[in-house]
């Protein structure tokens, strides 16, 4: 194979076949040495040449100094949510599946293997093509931000395969793509010279982030309120949170201050939540290693006020 430049037009030479006019989707580096060249065809209909390139290895070097971190919790709700305070909504692709809905069903009433089968077939692969390009370009987006933006990003090791096989809302979990995402993340993380954490996903909603107690919450509750210590967060920034303080010590850098053994009033962590409520009060000890879900009451509850009233007016 061979690449031309022809009146303004770049022509892919190949042997055997001839020159191909093709359009660049970016621009090879100067530098770059063209390995190999493979020739594909979409379901759409669309011919690709894909370039093999080699380049040298230029990415920056990772920083010593950790200033800038941030830990980010993925869902289905919120696709992710960081530890800064940002929460980025899931990209509103119902347009797409309607339309590729309704070609699909066109598809179905068609006479398999005829003419207009294969036609059909060709504008179902177009509006596939229109989802998945819509997806990419998001999770694309999302991931350059976070490896620009940050000295260190920290995720959870999530089994998305396994996560597709559970009985529930495998739906919504296969179009959110995290794995994808993470995919992303990593390899731009690497270029970009940023420090990429994946760290054990256990227990990190249940887990507080001012005092480390374990409490299960239901997934539709969307705040967490530590019967413990009294602490109250967005559940989501809570376990972003702790996903941070998990991925800085697999580095070996410190905790942030929010959490040191010196300060555990929770005050810092309060300050830096986007949403907090007055905390709940609670007779359970600090040491308490977990507190199940039905022992959790939120602050302003029936219950918690008639606790209240009697303490006041008791003996």
Known sequence: FELKNTSG???LSLSKIGDIPMVYHRDVPDDATIKEVVVKQEPTGEWFAVLGIETEDDAPPKP?????????????????????????????LSDERDRLEREQRKLSRKEHGSANYRKQQRTVAKRHADLQRKRQDFLH????????????VAVEDLDAKGLMELPSNSHNRAGAAWGTFLRM??????????????????GTTKECAACGVETDK???????????????????WNAAYNILVRGLKEVGAGCPESTSSESKDSDGLRKSADDFRT???????????????KRV???????????RSARSHGP
């Not at 010593?64 to 869902?75: H, T």
């Not at 239901?218 to 989501?236: I, K, N, Q, Y």
């Not at 000890?285 to 977990?290: A, E, Q, Y």
């Not at 009451?297 to 606790?307: F, K, N, Q, W, Y």
């Open 279 to 293: 905390p709940a009060e609670t007779a359970l000890p600090t040491g308490t290693d977990s507190v199940p879900a």
């Open 297 to 307: 009451v939120e602050t302003g509850s029936p219950i918690c006020l008639r606790a």
């Open 64 to 92: 010593k100094k950790l200033e800038d971190c941030v830990g980010i919790d993925v869902g289905i709700l919120k696709y992710a949510h960081d530890t800064d305070g940002t929460a980025v909504e899931r990209p509103d």
């Open 9 to 11: 037009r770049t022509v």
């Open 185 to 202: 993340l990593e390899y731009k993380c690497e270029r970009e010279g940023t420090h990429f954490v994946a760290v054990d996903p256990t």
């Open 141 to 152: 987006k999302l991931s350059n931000y976070y490896a620009r933006e940050y000295d260190l």
């Open 218 to 236: 239901p997934l539709w509750v969307r705040e967490h309120s530590c019967p413990s210590c009294g602490f109250t967060a967005d559940r989501d």
